[in-house]
């Protein structure tokens, strides 16, 4: 049984603007999905079916945006604990609310946060958090797609065995990927990060955790444990795991790329996070140089706030140059690439992020006739998206070739009702 929105006959994107990562360069043609896949990359007027837009040359269809790196629940924490550095604001303004989430909390942040992410063009996320069965109903509601792990904190096995269970009740699916998720390096003792990957190995499944995202935990990690924080990734067995994603990556150095540039580890870039926190810069075009693969992220909303992947697909392609004073540092094709087929590989998403024939239709579709794209071409689409774009741009998206957002409309969904009831979810925790 087909989900509701997948019409039978196909549809068809004709005279639209096709570019990916990896196309040597934009091409205009019609784009014919079919049993949620793409089925056609044809000339324009060449594609057949039921007729979905007919964009005359003035719509881009793009892989969909891939948040590799996120906590979507936290939308209901978003404001609390603003301008504090990483430990104080984890501390004193997220732990304490965090510790009355019930699941129902959960559910309804889930939902608010894919209005969000929806409507801004990703199509698949990758997510840590808790009740992550309600993380699970709200992105299956939702039509996204997603990598989910159960946060685990501190050594009890109980977290692990939920840990464990998220895997295996996702394993088989499509839509949905189960990882381990020990919290970060500072939270889970080195004995026990072991025992998550000697697990995540058995199981054949991926792990996501947070690694130097501050100079604290760098220094941690060398002072009170005494190792270097790759070999700690080599000693805990991560390394060694179907696919290891590695959120901020800020403090690598470049004598560690080497051991990173690995075709099962990605390292999650979260510019905004970061800045706002005050972490620093991660190295990423020591990364991209040594061949690692970096994807982007927003991380939560309550430390971005934004769940909004233009603005980090942006920041990743400034920043750097900035920082380094070179305008070639990253490309606008890299930043890219680092949206959407890096972080569809990360999160265990083999057919997505390309615009290939027989890939999943995970697309969304961008208006180019505001006067901020006047002078573009098929030549220089890439650089228009990432310094002249945003989500306001954003005119359809479609995940499994069904329609989750056109217009400003979800089909599917009802927006007042999810945020209305998320109002009410922020009320009680944030009670006195």
């Not at 510790?99 to 959960?106: D, G, I, N």
């Not at 972490?279 to 934004?306: I, K, Q, W, Y």
């Not at 961008?366 to 310094?387: F, K, N, Q």
Request: glycine share 12%; hydrophobic share 45%.
């Amino acid at each position: 049984m087909k989900p509701e929105g997948i019409i039978e006959m196909g549809l068809l994107l004709r005279d639209v603007i096709l570019w990916d990562p990896e196309m040597p360069s934009p091409v205009r043609g019609d784009l014919v999905v079919e049993d949620g896949k793409i089925s056609g990359i044809l000339g324009v007027g060449e594609g057949d079916g039921e007729l979905l837009l007919d964009g005359g040359g003035k719509f881009a269809v793009l892989p969909g945006f891939v948040n590799a790196h996120t906590h979507v629940a936290m939308v209901l924490l978003r404001g609390l604990g603003e301008e504090l550095p990483l430990m104080d604001w984890l501390r004193e303004r997220i732990w304490p609310v965090e510790a009355r989430l019930k699941a129902e909390h959960v559910l309804n942040g889930t939902l608010l946060a894919t209005l969000e992410m929806i409507s801004t063009g990703t199509v698949a996320f990758g997510d840590m958090y808790f009740f992550m069965d309600q993380v699970a109903e709200g992105t299956i509601k939702s039509g996204l797609k997603a990598n989910l792990s159960r946060g685990i904190t501190g050594d009890d096995p109980s977290k692990l065995e939920d840990g464990l269970a998220l895997v295996r009740n996702l394993s088989g699916r499509r839509d949905l990927v189960g990882f381990f998720g020990p919290h970060a390096p500072y939270t889970v003792p080195p004995d026990f990060l072991a025992e998550v990957g000697r697990l995540a190995v058995k199981e054949g499944a991926g792990v996501h955790t947070h690694w130097l995202e501050t100079t604290w935990e760098d220094n941690y990690i060398r002072e009170e444990l005494k190792v270097d924080p790759v070999e700690l990734l080599a000693s805990s067995g991560l390394l060694e795991v179907k696919s290891l994603i590695l959120a901020h990556g800020v403090w690598f150095r470049e004598e560690h790329m080497p051991h990173l540039a690995r075709d099962n580890v990605t390292v999650v870039h979260n510019p905004s996070s970061n800045m706002k926190l005050g972490s620093g810069f991660a190295p990423l075009r020591c990364m991209l140089e040594n061949g690692v693969r970096v994807a982007l992220g927003t991380d939560g909303a309550a430390s971005n706030n934004r769940l909004d992947m233009w603005g980090e697909l942006r920041l990743a392609a400034l920043i750097h140059k900035g920082i380094g004073k070179d305008p070639t540092a990253i490309s606008a094709r890299e930043a890219l690439r680092m949206a959407t087929r890096n972080g569809a590989l990360a999160l265990g998403f083999q057919d997505v992020g390309l615009i290939r024939e027989g890939f999943s239709a995970d697309v969304m579709v961008v208006d180019l006739r505001g006067p901020h794209y006047m002078g573009v071409s098929e030549a220089t689409l890439p650089e228009y998206l990432v310094y002249a774009g945003s989500s306001s741009d954003v005119h359809m998206v479609m995940v499994g070739g069904r329609v989750l957002y056109r217009e400003g409309r979800f089909p599917h969904l009802d927006p007042e009702k999810i945020i209305q009831k998320a109002l009410r979810s922020r009320e009680e925790l944030l009670k006195p």
